[in-house]
């Protein structure tokens, strides 16, 4: 069966799209309950469409391009948990077609296959949190779009205008997501491995990736945002532990398909024959990529299974080299339908009740249940971590990200936090104020002409604006 996708026919395409399709879709349309970290992508996307501006009225670390995607689907969708499942189930398959063109176009392999596409829309199926859209997903898109222009300089002469477009894109992917900034020192190496000029082409490529935040931070000088966009994006500081945002021996468990592919991947390049030197240094830069993948992972504020789409690319890489070894033919079928097999298992594992023998647990990652409070449709702050109440509600004032806002809320002692928040309930009062955190009668005591007109309900953790 592994057999048949070492060919580029139109006919193996057709299947491999239609083999994603039938994993992802029946589930996506089905639905999947929603996730707090969509939710937080839909308020973004909501506050922009509403006119406000990222970084001075939405106080979110959110990077722009994200942003303006979040903000092109709620104009086109609103909030729709199904719009942003097929948005990242397109970028995923657009990702994997991309670099597995770019593998054949180049001739990183002996000879041209989908094999780096099939694995990698396989390995994008085993969770619903690779349907998740988020800005890491989004910027890896950027990255694969990167690899053309950063490996084919000595190949074509002294055309370094490609690294530029290469850097640019590298820099489109930290605009994205900012870890992905990392990604540059794959840059850097592509550099070392293939240019002829090397100081000359390292300035060129970093001009690229400098370029759009140039632009950006030009903007943002103008609309006297550069300060908002500074503290709250470019300057965040890097997160140096390791915080699972679900119980680690789940991520363990989704991650041990992709985990044993790459372990048996590595294992058989080292049996690999003698190549041209141009394949050499692609997978010397690819050992580069898995690193700084890894890097950008192991930094983040909270890890989950979505962090692990940045792995794809060099695990499909890699993965081609097991699957086109000189092994026996049915050996590598049974390798092939055990993972596909796995993938079901593990994707379908709600639909078919087997979850209570794997023992996964997907509660951290899923909205909890809304409180039976009495408002639908209004506008709503909540003082604290639970964002269920703007499922049905809508948000006002910039502190829609609750760790975000303790710039001011966690600085009530401070007179210039208490007069920002004034200033931002002067322009926005909500109808419904929720404070999880205890922080009314603080904020009463300071500020009672705001929030002195908050009055209580029959729930204690409610207050409604009279």
Known sequence: MISYFRSILPSRLILLILLFLGIQLPLVLLGIPGTAPELLHMLVGERLADGHQMYRDIYDNTAPISALVFWILDLLAGRSFLAYRLTSMALVLLQALVLNNILNRHKVYASNNYLPALLYLLLGSLSFEFNMLTPLLIGNTFLILSLPYI??????????????????????????????????????????????????????????????????????????TSQEFLELHLLRPWQLQVAFLRPPADVAKLMAIPAIILLLSLLSTASLPQRLVFQVKFQQLMWVWLVASLLVIFTRDEISVATFVIVLPPIAYFGQFFFTSGRKAWLLNVVFLVMLAGVLVLRYRLALGINRFLLLDESPLLLPEQAQVPMQNSSVLVLGNDISYYMQNKPVTPYINWPLAQRHFGKLHEYQAVFEVYENFKREMPKYLIDKAGLLPELKYKLPDVFGKYKPTNNPDVFVLE
Do not use: H, K, Q, W
Request: aromatic letters at 22%.
């Open 151 to 224: 490996i084919t300089l000595s190949r074509e002469g002294y055309d370094n205008s490609r690294l530029f477009v290469g850097g640019f894109m590298l820099g489109l992917a930290a605009m994205s997501y900012l870890p992905l900034a990392v990604f540059l020192l794959v840059g850097i190496f592509a550099v070392i491995f293939f240019a002829s000029n090397t100081f000359r082409s390292f300035m060129l490529m970093l001009c690229g990736f400098a370029f759009p935040y140039a632009v950006l931070l030009t903007y943002y000088l103008y609309t006297n």
